[in-house]
């Protein structure tokens, strides 16, 4: 059983509550963790290692004189450093002038300039570090489709029954070849010409014999991913959810669906959804989305946040470490890629600036991905994980890059910044960072 399935019981704020407190926890955890370990590698003592913060909850003294706490607070975290006076390393002047030489090394201050940078660095480069370990993983879980198309596990779909099985090597659909599945263009070519049409003779090869069989449109109207905060997911369309009718008149392909939400220019649908044994009815208006383009910039659509998916899960294989490893870091890429794309089109004004959520939009997110199951989640955590670690290295004081620029400042000057000069940037970089979070917040709530 899965027990994210079992979190709306809990009421949809809690769930909301609890699965953003989780997914941002361990991401945070994994953030100062690498600040603490590049640390204390590098020879930076860390005196208190915060999850959280305010009122401390529980804490402990490791042997190394580090204080391991919990805070009730659990909205971020810090580690501070000797010779910090703040949770942002803000200098403490006065302590480091009373410590030694050899003390001094071992403080954030006092440290070596590559120490210093190694230790900043290393919290967003451990943020990405999880998200292309959990990418890896959840496509090693997921497995592969191999060249050959084989039926896995079949959906639940209204009637008619079919004759196809799972095990069956599909060949042919409605007459025509299935070309290999590691060729997306041609297979999408092959899809998009097949008749819509219910149900569809299939050539399979079942018990090393050829035979046809009768099943279903190969891209049935099901839904088999849901956009958190989308058209669909506001008005309780699930996973799993068949759509047979828009308006009174019936479709059997996804391709039929798409084409009503983007010719309705945003005009209300009304669905005919077939969910375990009856069918019930939705009314839903088409959002417009801006959606990233593989080549780079953005396009408008209407979507009501829905995905589709074959009419069966395919058979899958493992693939190999590297292979996955491969695929986590190509697609941590793609959403740094597309984070960096998405905010200087909001700049601008290409696109709309709604696109940029806040905590709030975050959390709705993280519980209706919590919601979906715990893979669905795991995933959302690396994505997140993924964007927290990019966010970290932007030029802002108070931020990891923040403290990069002064390092590389540092490094080309021969001297680090002055005192003052870093508490006003800090101070101005505090108040951007507020003024983002507030933006944020406010497109939360006032944003389609």
């Known amino acids: 059983m899965d027990i994210f399935a079992l ?3 809990f009421g949809g704020m809690a769930m909301t509550v609890l699965a953003f407190i989780v997914a941002l926890s361990i991401i945070v955890a994994i953030h100062e963790y690498g600040h603490y370990i590049v640390g204390r590698w590098s020879g930076i003592h860390a005196e ?7 009122p401390v909850l529980w804490s402990r003294m490791d042997r190394r004189g580090t204080k391991w706490q919990v805070a009730a607070l659990p909205f971020g975290g810090y580690v501070r450093f000797m010779g910090d006076s703040d949770a942002a390393s803000g200098k403490d002047a006065e302590a480091i002038e009373t410590m030694d030489d050899d003390t001094r090394r071992h403080s954030m201050h006092g440290a070596p300039l590559w120490a210093r940078t190694a230790t900043v660095a290393a919290g967003p480069l451990f943020n990405f570090v999880l998200a292309i370990l959990i990418f890896a993983a959840v496509l090693m879980a997921r497995g592969q489709v191999g060249d050959t198309l084989v039926v896995g596990e079949l959906r639940d779909l209204p009637p008619p029954a079919y004759e196809l099985s799972e095990g069956d090597e599909v060949l042919a659909v409605a007459g025509a070849r299935v070309p290999g599945f590691d060729d997306a263009e041609t297979f999408r070519e092959f899809t998009d010409a ?10 399979v090869r079942r018990n090393g014999r050829e035979q046809v069989v009768s099943g279903p449109y190969l891209y049935p109207p099901l839904i088999q991913h849901l956009a958190p905060q989308s058209a669909a997911y506001s008005v309780n369309l699930k996973v799993g959810d068949v759509i047979t009718a828009i308006d009174g008149s019936p479709i059997v392909g996804f391709s039929q669906l798409k084409e009503a939400v983007e010719d309705g220019k945003g005009r209300p649908l009304l669905l005919d959804v077939w969910r375990d044994g009856e069918t019930l009815q ?8 801006d959606e990233p383009q593989p080549g780079g910039g953005f396009d408008t659509h209407w979507r009501i946040g ?4 074959l009419a069966f899960d395919p058979a899958t294989e493992t693939p190999g470490v590297g292979t996955a490893l491969l695929g986590g ?12 794309s998405g905010l ?15 905590p709030i939009g975050i959390a709705q997110t993280s519980g209706a991905m919590a919601s979906q199951g715990a893979q669905s989640f795991i995933w959302f955590i690396a994505v997140l994980s993924a964007a927290i670690g990019l966010l970290n290295l932007f030029p802002i004081p108070v931020l990891d890059g923040g403290h990069l620029v002064f390092y590389a400042y540092e490094a080309v000057v021969g001297r680090p910044p002055s005192d003052g000069a870093v508490r006003i940037l800090m101070t101005i970089g505090l108040a951007l960072v507020l003024g983002l ?9 006032f944003c389609p």
């Open 344 to 358: 200087y089109h909001m700049i601008t004004g290409a696109i709309s600036s709604c696109n940029l959520s806040g």
């Open 329 to 340: 870091a190509t697609q941590t890429w793609r959403i740094m890629e597309g984070s960096v």
């Open 306 to 309: 829905i995905g589709g998916g």
């Open 48 to 54: 208190v290692f915060s999850l959280g913060f305010g």
């Open 437 to 445: 979070m507030t933006f944020g917040v406010t497109n939360d709530l």
């Open 282 to 289: 939705f009314t839903l208006v088409p959002r417009r989305v």
């Open 7 to 9: 979190l709306p019981a």
């Open 194 to 203: 097949l008749p819509l049409e219910n149900p569809l003779d299939y050539r």
